[in-house]
């Protein structure tokens, strides 16, 4: 992911990123669809993030963001910047930093009242506000349920994430195909993971369905056939998935995450069901 490392600087120094920016308005949007099939633990056929089962988030949230920037614009900002898991901004830090939760151990932002299923959104704006306290608590514990259940190993310490073993940059941001050594590790995820998420505690306990639209399960995507999208035209799938996370690894890629995919949970099946 080389545009972190062309970020870097920028992410370090908020304040750079809109020339005459005085604050940041920063709000996390619950993600977490009603209907969770394609992304349930244990659901047959392949697996899906749960982000990904609607519209595109960064389209939905943009829009949502719009109404606070106007909202700022009508009480005096002449700057009302959104930002939605786009450019240089360091998303979960100043969400930690507006008190909105902190960075857990499995390196998502987790709300005391509600976990980890959700987005980021900013609002860069010159309009004087008064800045929240920041969030001085790490409620994570001794807990260390998303480090032993990453299957690939990604989480390799406390909030230190490989980015190469991680499911979600193997089937998302990757352009090479999925390494062999890893492929057998997917356990049926065929776009990105909700693994580290689903064995949260406070997500267990407290994460609840989102009401947005945009967000709901839109059942676009038959997990369980392996041939579903090698038999899609390039125009059929922009036609069907142009508007949906999974634009971003294109047909190639979803090409390639399926045949993974079907043949990792052919393997976990088989290993999990193998008698002594």
Same mark, same amino acid.
């Given at each position: ?7 870097a ?9 809109? +020339?005459?920016?005085?604050a ?14 394609a992304?349930?633990?244990? @659901? ?6 749960k982000? %990904? ?6 389209r939905a ?5 719009g109404l606070i920037a106007?909202?700022?614009?009508e009480?005096?900002a ?11 901004v +360091? ?9 909105l ?6 390196t998502?932002l987790?709300?005391?009242? @509600?976990?980890?299923?959700?987005? /980021? ?14 969030? =001085? ?7 260390t ?12 310490? +406390?909030r230190?994430l490989?980015?190469?073993?991680c499911?979600?940059y193997l ?11 890893l ?5 049926g995820?065929?776009?990105g993971?909700? /693994?580290?998420?689903?064995?949260c505690p406070?997500?267990?306990?407290f %994460? ?5 639209p945009?967000?709901q399960?839109? =059942?676009?995507?038959a997990?369980?056939d392996p041939g ?8 059929e799938f922009?036609?069907?998935f ?5 634009e971003r690894?294109?047909?190639? =890629?979803m090409?390639r995450?399926?045949?993974?995919a079907?043949? @990792?949970?052919a393997?976990?099946?088989? @290993?999990?069901?193998a008698g002594?």
């Amino acid at each position: 992911m080389r545009y972190l490392h062309r970020q870097a600087a920028r992410r370090k120094r908020p304040g750079d990123i809109v +020339p005459g920016a005085v604050a940041a308005v920063v709000v996390l949007e619950n993600y977490l669809p009603g209907s969770q099939g394609a992304g349930e633990p244990g @659901s047959q056929g392949v697996k899906i993030a749960k982000y %990904a089962l609607g519209e595109d988030y960064h389209r939905a949230l943009t829009r949502r963001l719009g109404l606070i920037a106007n909202w700022l614009r009508e009480h005096g900002a002449t700057i009302a910047h959104v930002w939605a898991d786009a450019g240089p901004v +360091p998303e979960r830090e100043l969400a930690e930093r507006a008190g909105l939760g902190w960075i857990g151990k499995n390196t998502m932002l987790i709300r005391p009242e @509600s976990g980890s299923f959700c987005l /980021i959104g900013t609002v860069f704006t010159d309009l004087a506000l008064v800045p929240a306290s920041a969030a =001085g608590y790490d409620r994570c514990g001794s807990c260390t349920r998303c480090l032993e259940a990453c299957p690939t190993g990604a989480l390799v310490a +406390p909030r230190v994430l490989d980015a190469t073993r991680c499911t979600s940059y193997l089937t998302i941001e990757s352009r090479q195909p999925i390494p062999e050594a890893l492929v057998d590790k997917l356990e049926g995820w065929g776009f990105g993971c909700d /693994i580290c998420n689903d064995v949260c505690p406070w997500n267990v306990r407290f %994460a609840a369905p989102a009401s947005e639209p945009a967000y709901q399960d839109r =059942g676009a995507i038959a997990v369980d056939d392996p041939g579903f999208f090698d038999r899609m035209t390039p125009e059929e799938f922009t036609e069907r998935f142009g508007d949906s996370p999974l634009e971003r690894p294109g047909l190639a =890629g979803m090409r390639r995450n399926w045949a993974a995919a079907f043949r @990792s949970r052919a393997g976990h099946t088989t @290993s999990s069901t193998a008698g002594p």
